[in-house]
């Protein structure tokens, strides 16, 4: 099976001794297979987004070794085809619409159709949004938007910072239950940060940072 | 979409000023190299024989002198330390003819008789600029050629010839006709044909090529001493002030006029180039302009440009819009200030042609502007997905 493999990974901005508890940083061998779903748990500050950023590749201010199963690990492809992220700041675009956010994304590979995209959002409740401003929109709704966003894209892993810090537990629901179906589909293996257990997903591993 | 998001970014204003400085910036440059191209040959195709920046100067005549002529000759000293002045590029002397000679024509031909007493000197053949090959005599050669002051012609056409009722004689008939010379001295005498291949504005004096003149008082001269009593200056610089100074105070004659048209030249061209620096200034100012609001662009919308490319867009399509409108605003800029230069210089020419009679010269304007096209369009590809490539990928990750 297809993993992506941590070597000794530190922060270079962090010490030792912010990090002598973690399962994951300066340990060897950590592994994330591809199709199964790992739970990242840890108190803010102790380099979560990090984590996620450093397999991303938006940031490459740790020292250690990450590999990866693609054949081609250029940031382009991966970003395009390997790895979908929906970031902690969402970076969606407040001057664009809802749908105009999504298609930005969906153009590069075009993924999916317009059907779909709608279908999705309409599955999200946003359909009375699609065409307002991102920037007029709740938090809890961009997160949504973002997280749709994640899904028009080719992917084997999917990385979710702090996905549902915004969002009602019927809505928890409604995405973990897509979600899911998605990676199912694409046989993708999906990593989560969070504060504390998601009880709606069943993980494969839960890991303390 | 893409475009949708970056054209918001973009500040109209900023890129109309630099379409316009640009155009004007090139507009002067264009029309002010294409100036000089056409107005050249007014610069330099001079009737005189001579370069531009040469003079010929002599001793002042005084009551002393005219008794005593050695005073008239330049010594060796004399001739070395005008040499080492700073503004003098080069110094030769004029050979004087050490024999008499007459000139005649035939009363055959269709020239008016004429006989008279001439005096011959020569320079080398490097300050002269007749055709080279008029301006060649070895000894198998029957005939001489001859370079005259253009004010001998004028004398005759405007005095002489009008006075007697002969005909009046243009540049090209002169050249056409040839006359006699008898050459005498140390007991020997000979007949040479003769043709006049140019005139002189710069000297007072009548030429023949210096081998003729080697040979000639080898032959016939009474001594074998060679006085100079004129030398043949070129400047660096002939406007500058030392040179009448130096002159003075030495009582070497020159005559300030023949150093006018100079001037005029150095003049015309100084301004041209003043004007094609400043020129360059403002191009160059335009540049750094477009430049500066490009980096203010990408500084304000950091965020959406790295945003960009965290959601999977290369720095290469990040780059493309700010390439493909400053190299459209470039285009459209360039385009318009070759189109007003054309214009100019139609105007221009339709002046000068009523003045002067110039050649039809190329105009280099849509080559010179294209080439800036090309020059200014690479710069700003390379600066702006330098840049892109610069926020998006960081240093130890290009790939």
Request: aromatic letters at 12%; charged letters at 20%.
């Amino acid at each position: 099976m297809a993993q992506i493999k941590l070597n000794n990974i530190k922060p270079k901005y962090m010490s030792e001794a912010e990090i002598s508890t973690s399962d994951i940083y300066l340990k060897e061998n950590i592994v994330f297979e591809q199709g199964k779903n790992y739970l990242i748990k840890a108190n803010s500050g102790h380099g979560k987004s990090s984590l996620l950023n450093f397999i991303y590749k938006s940031n490459i201010n740790y020292t250690g070794e990450i590999t990866y199963p693609f054949s081609d690990n250029s940031i382009t492809n991966i970003r395009q085809n390997k790895i979908s992220y929906v970031f902690q700041d969402l970076k969606l675009f407040p001057s664009l619409t809802v749908l105009e956010n999504i298609q930005l994304k969906n153009t590069i590979t075009n993924y999916k159709t317009d059907e779909q995209i709608l279908g999705l959002i309409q599955k999200l409740q946003l359909s009375h949004k699609t065409h307002s401003l991102v920037e007029t929109l709740s938090l809890g709704q961009q997160q949504r938007v973002a997280i749709i966003r994640a899904l028009c894209q080719p992917f084997e892993y999917m990385l979710l910072d702090e996905p549902f810090s915004h969002l009602d537990n019927t809505n928890i629901k409604i995405i973990t239950e897509l979600l899911l179906d998605e990676l199912h589909q694409r046989k993708a293996g999906m990593i989560i940060t969070a504060l504390e257990d998601l009880t709606m997903v069943k993980f494969d591993k839960i890991i303390h940072l | 979409m893409l475009v949708k998001l970056q054209k918001k970014t973009i500040v109209k204003t900023q890129l109309l000023g630099y379409i316009i400085t640009l155009c004007v910036g090139v507009f002067i440059v264009l029309t002010s190299i294409q100036l000089y191209f056409d107005l050249e040959p007014l610069m330099t195709n001079q009737t005189d024989v001579f370069n531009d920046k040469t003079a010929v100067i002599s001793k002042e005549v005084s009551l002393f002198k005219s008794v005593d002529k050695e005073r008239l000759y330049f010594s060796d000293e004399e001739i070395s330390e005008l040499q080492a002045q700073p503004f003098v590029k080069d110094v030769s002397t004029f050979n004087n003819a050490d024999f008499k000679i007459k000139a005649f024509s035939n009363q055959s031909e269709n020239v008016p008789l004429f006989q008279t007493d001439l005096f011959f000197e020569s320079i080398p053949d490097n300050y002269i600029d007749v055709k080279s090959e008029d301006w060649i005599w070895n000894e198998s050669d029957e005939v001489i050629p001859i370079i005259i002051p253009e004010d001998y012609l004028k004398l005759y056409n405007f005095g002489f010839a009008e006075s007697q009722g002969l005909p009046v004689l243009s540049k090209n008939t002169i050249s056409q006709i040839t006359f006699n010379l008898e050459v005498s001295g140390a007991f020997q005498r000979e007949v040479f044909k003769s043709r006049i291949v140019g005139f002189s504005n710069k000297i007072n004096s009548i030429l023949v090529p210096d081998s003729f003149l080697k040979y000639a008082n080898l032959k016939f001269g009474r001594s074998n001493v060679s006085r100079i009593s004129r030398l043949l200056v070129t400047f660096v610089n002939p406007t500058d002030q030392r040179i009448l100074e130096y002159f003075n105070q030495n009582n070497y004659s020159i005559n300030k006029d023949k150093l006018e048209f100079s001037k005029l030249s150095f003049f015309f061209n100084s301004a041209l180039f003043f004007v094609i620096v400043v020129a360059i200034i403002i191009v160059l100012l335009s540049i750094g302009f477009i430049i500066l609001s490009f980096n203010l662009i990408v500084q304000k919308n950091k965020t959406m440009i790295l945003n960009l490319g965290a959601i999977g867009y290369s720095y290469k399509s990040v780059s493309k819009f700010y390439q493909l409108i400053i190299t459209i605003s470039t285009f459209i800029s360039i385009v318009l200030a070759i189109f007003f230069s054309l214009r100019c210089r139609v105007f221009y020419s339709e002046k000068l042609d009523n003045l002067f009679d110039l050649p039809k010269l190329p105009s280099y304007i849509v080559l010179l502007g294209f080439v800036f096209l090309i020059v200014l369009s690479i710069i700003y590809n390379i600066v702006v997905r330098n840049k892109i490539k610069r926020i998006l990928l960081p240093k130890d990750n290009f790939k």
